[in-house]
């Protein structure tokens, strides 16, 4: 098993461990966190299950999944997660998502992540195509992305269902040859 940790100048991302569990749910479970995400805040059980999934992919040959504790370089504790799946079908691109903590929001932590997901698909996979898809209302997400070097594509009508009803995705992508780590 290859063990992922990239660093960046003020983030890091490196695997999930059990250890993370609390930093995590402190993530996927809240409700302000979630609220642009397809499903409700997840209980501890959950985000339990959702690490010990997390670290079987990362033993997967080939590996397609990578979910990552998002680091602050500073103060080294967990402020987010991020997430990386390859498409089996398409092994040259892949998915990117992530939340973060709220109290490192709009300090330019969401763009610095973008930016370490770009860097570590394209330097570290070598992969071609890296994609995200958006709330329409995540306005935050949106910034991140666009000055991270991706490109808005379009909308994806009623592409997924949330516990509000279906929900639209607006998508982003991001492409090697044309790609700038900034």
């Known amino acids: 098993m290859r063990q992922v940790v990239w660093?960046?100048?003020?983030?890091?991302?490196?695997?999930v461990?059990?250890?993370?569990v609390p930093a995590l749910h402190a993530i996927y479970g809240d409700p302000t966190v979630t609220q642009h995400m397809p499903f409700a805040p997840r209980t501890v059980g959950e985000v339990t299950g959702l690490v010990e999934v997390a670290m079987a992919a990362a033993c997967a040959q080939p590996r397609l999944l990578y979910v990552m504790?998002?680091?602050?370089?500073?103060?080294h504790d967990v402020i987010g997660v991020a997430r990386?799946?390859?498409?089996?079908?398409?092994?040259?691109?892949?998915?990117?998502?992530?939340?973060?903590r709220p109290d490192v929001w709009g300090r330019g932590a969401g763009t610095d992540l973008v930016r370490s997901l770009l860097s570590f698909g394209f330097k570290g996979l070598r992969l071609h195509r890296i994609w995200g898809a958006r709330s329409p209302a995540n306005l935050p997400a949106q910034l991140a992305m666009l000055t991270a070097g991706m490109v808005e594509e379009?909308?994806?009508?009623?592409?997924?269902?949330?516990?509000?009803?279906?929900?639209?995705s607006i998508v982003h992508s991001a492409l090697e040859d044309e790609w700038i780590e900034r």
């Open 84 to 100: 990386l799946h390859i498409e089996a079908d398409h092994p040259h691109s892949a998915e990117i998502g992530f939340g973060l």
């Open 7 to 15: 660093n960046g100048e003020r983030l890091g991302l490196r695997d």
């Open 69 to 75: 504790a998002v680091i602050d370089a500073e103060r």
């Open 154 to 168: 379009g909308r994806i009508r009623h592409h997924v269902h949330t516990p509000h009803g279906w929900r639209d």
């Open 17 to 20: 461990t059990e250890a993370d």
